[in-house]
């Protein structure tokens, strides 16, 4: 079992940045592939980044094409600890940050980028973005 739990989210003008935070609980977090979603009312969670477990302590990072070049997901095992760096905020950005875990598969290296894939979801965090 996992427990996830975001926070860092805020309120910035566009432009600006921000870096969310995404703290787990349980074993095995080196092995898990660690993704962050978005969701704005009305819509669909959509994916944003993710870190996939390769193998040992290496991962593979994938974004979302809206959020590449601005966005960079890293992670501090030894903390836990899974870090979205998001520059040059767009209003469009404005949403509720989740992070989600599934155990990395077999081999590592599966990239997945659809809600259903992953096991364990945090509550989420708000990132406001104004003009």
């Known amino acids: 079992q996992v427990q996830l739990a975001e926070s860092g989210g805020g309120l910035v003008q566009a432009g600006g940045s921000l870096s969310l935070h995404c703290t787990a609980s349980?074993?095995?977090?080196?092995?898990?592939?660690i993704a962050w979603f978005r969701q704005t009312p009305g819509n669909e969670r959509e994916f944003v980044a993710v870190a996939t477990w390769i193998g040992g302590n290496t991962y593979d990072s994938d974004y979302a094409d809206s959020v590449k070049g601005r966005f960079t997901i890293s992670r501090d095992n030894a903390q836990s600890t899974v870090y979205l760096q998001m520059n040059s905020l767009r209003p469009e950005d404005t949403a509720v940050y989740y992070c989600?875990?599934?155990?990395?598969?077999?081999?590592?290296?599966?990239?997945?980028?659809?809600?259903?894939?992953?096991?364990?979801w945090g509550q989420g965090t708000q990132v406001t973005v104004v003009v």
């Open positions: 989600a875990a599934r155990p990395g598969r077999p081999g590592g290296g599966v990239v997945t980028t659809s809600t259903y894939d992953y096991n364990y």
């Open positions: 349980g074993r095995a977090f080196n092995s898990y592939d």
